[in-house]
């Protein structure tokens, strides 16, 4: 008797767990570097290894503070990829809480299969913009290339850069497949919502 009835909430069961998991990879994805420095020496007193994140560029990956934000960036292109890469998580993040919520409440007794398929989907697409955005930041050369300059001895950059300039300089960082993780995870969750 008890197995026919998780039988129908099986789907539901999974994008519970799933979605709960998406929640957690955005929300930690969100605020850590997306690019890395790579193999740039740090001197005695200076900076670590500059790491790139969504909201900016710190010097010092170990601090809270930016040195650098995207608003004060002279390419318009790049930075408004970085401003709807930040828009972008705060939604997704919003609406993977909300799936997740939704689901939970599904086993309560309130059923919205329909608006939870809905909510899933829009999960799918919301978290793809802003890995698609700093995907966009790493490859294209907006504005004619970045003017920014990495100091090759401690590794400090003096602006937020994109295109050439952040491949040469920087790896993708644990933040950036945390985002990619999350989005493949959703689509695999609503793929099996639809099918259990």
């Not at 197995?3 to 799933?18: H, K, P």
């Not at 799918?124 to 990495?150: D, K």
Request: charged share 10%; proline share 3%; hydrophobic share 50%.
């Amino acid at each position: 008797m008890g197995f026919e009835t998780l039988r129908d909430c099986m789907g539901v069961a999974q994008n519970t767990l799933c979605s709960c998991i998406v929640f957690v990879l955005l929300i930690t994805s969100a605020p850590i570097s997306q690019f890395r420095g790579k193999g740039i020496g740090s001197g005695t007193g200076a900076s670590k290894l500059t790491c790139v994140t969504v909201w900016g560029v710190k010097n010092d990956c170990n601090t809270n503070d930016y040195d650098h934000r995207p608003a004060g960036m002279a390419c318009g292109r790049a930075k408004q990829l970085f401003q709807a890469s930040e828009a972008f998580y705060i939604i997704s993040v919003i609406v993977a809480l909300l799936a997740t919520i939704m689901s939970s409440v599904f086993f309560m007794g309130i059923r919205m299969r329909v608006m939870l398929y809905v909510v899933a989907a829009a999960e799918v697409v919301f978290a793809l913009i802003p890995w698609a955005c700093m995907t966009a930041i790493w490859y294209s050369n907006y504005c004619g290339g970045s003017g920014v300059t990495i100091d090759p001895t401690i590794g400090k950059a003096d602006g937020v850069p994109f295109g050439k300039v952040l491949r040469d300089s920087f790896v993708t960082s644990a933040g950036y497949g945390l985002t990619v993780a999350a989005w493949c995870i959703q689509v695999i969750t609503l793929v099996l919502l639809f099918v259990l």
